[in-house]
Nanobody, 122 residues
């Protein structure tokens, strides 16, 4: 049993900033990669950023230089700092984590947050 709870979404003006948080809880043995995805209306879900357990990161080209992903392993939390937001960043943002549980620590699977709405509009 694992839950991912997201927070930090909202309405901002173009050029503004938001910080998304996602905390994992439950019978967690270890967390491998964590990431953020987003899905705009009528579009497919796309990868925004990934961070490994060791801190290596990957970003979608469209957000490089504007977004920063980070994690706090002690709190089982991943963050997405979003700066210089553009209207095209408007989407539902989903937290993702590759987790091994205490029940089956030899295996791992993806878990997803409920999604948080980010709207960039004047």
């Amino acid at each position: 049993q694992v839950q991912l709870v997201e927070s930090g979404g909202g309405l901002v003006q173009p050029g503004g900033s938001l910080r998304l948080s996602c905390a994992a809880s439950g019978r967690i043995f270890s967390i491998h990669d964590m990431g953020w995805y987003r899905q705009a209306p009528g579009k497919q879900r796309e990868l925004v950023a990934l961070i490994s357990s060791g801190g290596s990161t990957n970003y979608a080209d469209l957000v490089k230089g504007r977004f920063t992903i980070s994690r706090d392993n002690a709190q089982n939390t991943v963050y997405l700092q979003m700066n210089s937001l553009k209207p095209e960043d408007t989407a539902v943002y989903y937290c993702n984590a590759d987790i091994s549980t205490k029940i089956t620590p030899w295996s791992h699977m993806d878990y997803w947050g409920q999604g948080t709405q980010v709207t960039v509009s004047s």
